[in-house]
């Protein structure tokens, strides 16, 4: 049972979540990944580059998820894993790797730190995200922040959860009341200006715009109602599937920019409380920003 300490701050029991059901999976090895990586946060040995100077890999990412694939399979042996960082860096990798992933029945799509640049500067806003994917379908989305210790959940037909309690969108309708978050891939040539093109045509119709830097964590915050929608142009299987299934547990909408509805190998993506999404769609589409050349 949780307890309220004198300063009226919850203290939290560690997550160990007894049977084994796939969700009680994710959540023990996302719990223990995201321990691990708030312990060295601050204390980066290898700092590499991928793609790009800005595409950052530290000898944490590549540990955690070690970790991750070893707890996983120690229970589902025979189960397959498409982790970041056992992919090639760049799109074409990540789709090759996904159409290889997608031939197994149980397939789980693992992201063991997302907002790298954010955990090298020491910018708290960084999570693991863990999704379970069964015959090409989201089964399970877990993404743990272990800087504020918030343990998202969600599981297909069953609904959304932060530490018990049920997540849902927002009810905003308006444009000009929305706060909307989004992102930017490391990607300079085709990502960023999709994305700056987007953003230049979004910002004037919207109350505000945040970009924190992790996709996972953008997604949790709309299943949460913290945002009212998100969209990025560029992102890959592991930064996206857990969050997709939050946020469509939670009761949001989920499509690419084009409107069409999610699939694990969607790049270009639009999550939001279902009521501004056709907004976010129209205006992408009205900026050419979709990312989808015609
Ligand atoms: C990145 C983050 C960032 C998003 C990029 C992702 P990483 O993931 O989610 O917010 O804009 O598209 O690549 O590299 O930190 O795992
Ligand atoms: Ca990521
Ligand atoms: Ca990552």
């Not at 009680?24 to 790009?52: D, F, P």
């Not at 109602?225 to 547990?249: I, N």
């Amino acid at each position: 049972m949780n307890s309220v300490n004198p300063d009226n701050r919850i203290e939290r029991e560690p997550y160990v979540v007894s049977g084994k059901g796939y969700t009680a999976v994710a959540i023990n090895v996302a719990a223990k990944a995201g321990e691990w990586i708030k312990s060295r946060q601050g204390q980066v040995k290898q700092l590499g580059s991928k793609t790009s100077a800005q595409d950052l890999v530290t000898e944490v990412d590549k540990g955690v998820e070690q970790m991750i694939r070893r707890l996983i399979l120690t229970h589902y042996p025979d189960h397959a894993i498409l982790g970041e960082e056992g992919v090639e860096p760049g799109a074409e990798a990540a789709k090759a790797a996904l159409a290889e992933g997608r031939q197994h029945e149980f397939l789980w799509i693992v992201d063991p730190i997302d907002g790298t640049t954010n955990f090298v500067h020491g910018f708290p806003f960084y999570c693991v995200s863990i999704a379970l994917v069964v015959k090409g379908e989201l089964a399970v989305g877990v993404i743990y922040d272990p800087v504020r210790d918030e343990m998202f959940v969600a599981e297909k037909g069953k609904g959304a959860y932060m530490h018990g309690i049920p997540t849902k969108v927002s009810a905003e309708t308006e444009p000009g009341s929305s706060l909307i978050a989004m992102g930017f891939p490391p990607d300079r040539t085709f990502a960023q200006p999709m994305n700056m093109a987007g953003l230049q045509h979004i910002l004037p119709q919207i109350r505000g715009i945040r970009a924190g830097g992790s996709a996972a964590l953008h997604l949790a915050y709309v299943a949460a109602g913290r945002v009212d929608g998100y969209w990025e142009v560029g992102l890959s299987p592991w930064d996206c599937a857990a969050g997709v299934l939050l946020v469509l547990e939670s009761g949001g909408k989920v499509t690419d920019t084009l409107g069409n509805p999610y699939d694990i190998g969607t790049r270009h993506l639009v999550a939001s409380n279902g009521k501004i999404q056709d907004f976010l769609v129209n205006s992408l589409q009205a900026a050419e920003a979709t990312g989808f050349t015609r």
